[in-house]
């Protein structure tokens, strides 16, 4: 048995032997620094433990001014339930809609932008809520400066109906339009990305950096073909493609912006642009992660990242002119 689930078994055992509000207690008992350890371990705990557990966790960060982690937590645990019920329905049998040609929906979305929302609503009955479903219902909601959870349900649809495991729930928040928690959890590898603005981005609790490559020849460079089918956006979509093909290492395509995002941040990959995602839920979450892990996030053309404006790029700081500079040539 490895050393972890040594001390997953452990934690479970402890709480297991402590009422609710003992539990509650027992994370407030901590010293600073085991708090805040205690925090990024919140992902292993079992479903039956989080509430009271986050209870507990709310309590100290409250205590202690520090909102920012109070608001991490909560949407751990709302990424993790949303993350289970994807987990279920990736290995049944889907019920499919069309939103456009390829861009499609199933109620695994619906279900678990609805559970987000009414999760995160009795914490934050204030803040305001944008969501990728219920926009595409309702109407898209501007985003003002208060705080305002950003919420991609299922990130990677497509992958989702076609069992392909790149798929993730993208929880952002922003305040003055600013991302500054993010959360973005692929239930199927089981991994969680987690971002403060101002205290580092992690990876299952273990601290992310970008790559280090200083050309462009030696980057791995994602992208992804969009929704829209019609041949102008298809024409410019290829080109591109096909000028970096001889720039880059290689390139992926692999259906997840908010994961690409992740890529970034943990050096899996060392650049990545998207033209014409859905929206700000495709990204809140994921910026904050990157510039938390020592990145860069900007608009492809090398203005400065706008969250209302569907075009983001992100890499480390060391091969982000040579980008710009590639991208404008074969735009």
């Given amino acids: 048995m490895s050393v972890w689930k040594i001390f997953r078994k452990e934690i479970h055992n402890q709480c297991r032997s402590h009422a609710a509000s003992e539990r509650q207690n027992i994370f407030q008992s901590h010293s600073a620094s085991k708090r805040t350890f205690l925090i990024r371990l ?71 932008e609805d559970l987000i929302f009414n999760q995160l609503k009795q914490h934050f ?41 790149f798929v993730c729930v993208s929880i952002g928040l922003t305040v003055k339009k600013v991302p500054v928690v993010g959360v973005v959890y692929n239930p199927i590898m089981d991994e969680l990305f987690t971002g403060i603005r101002g205290k580092g981005s992690f990876l299952n609790g273990n601290p992310l950096k970008v790559s280090s490559k200083d050309e462009l020849v030696k980057c791995l460079l994602a992208t992804e073909a969009g929704t829209t089918r019609d041949k102008l956006t298809l024409d410019a979509t290829t080109n591109r493609i096909n000028s970096f093909l001889f720039k880059v290492r290689s390139i992926r395509m692999s259906g997840s912006c908010a994961l690409n995002l992740c890529g970034i941040a943990s050096g ?32 492809p053309f090398g203005d400065k990242f706008d969250i209302s404006v569907t075009r983001v790029s992100a890499s480390n700081p060391l091969v982000k002119d040579a980008f710009v500079k590639a991208f404008k040539q074969a735009a």
Avoid at 54 to 62: E, H, P, Q, R, Y
Avoid at 268 to 295: K, S
Wanted: a negative charge; glycine letters at 12%; hydrophobic letters at 40%.
């Fill in 268 to 299: 899996r990959l060392d650049i990545m642009y998207e033209i014409g995602y859905g929206g700000p839920w495709d990204v809140a979450a994921g910026v904050v992660i990157v510039e938390e892990a020592g990145g860069v996030v900007f608009d």
């Fill in 42 to 112: 919140f992902h292993i705990i079992s479903p039956e433990y989080r509430g009271d557990i986050s209870l507990g966790i709310g309590k100290i960060m409250a205590s202690h001014d520090n909102s920012q982690n109070e608001f991490l937590v909560a949407a751990i645990d709302a990424a993790k339930k949303a993350g289970e019920v994807i987990r279920k329905g990736f290995y049944q049998t889907k019920t499919v809609e069309h939103k456009g040609l390829v861009d499609l929906v199933t109620e695994t979305d619906k279900a678990c």
């Fill in 125 to 165: 009955p204030d803040h305001k809520f944008i969501g990728e479903e219920t926009t595409a219902a309702y109407g898209a909601t501007v985003l003002t400066d208060e705080p305002t959870w950003i919420v991609d349900p299922l990130d990677g649809t497509t992958n989702f109906v076609h069992g392909f495991p």
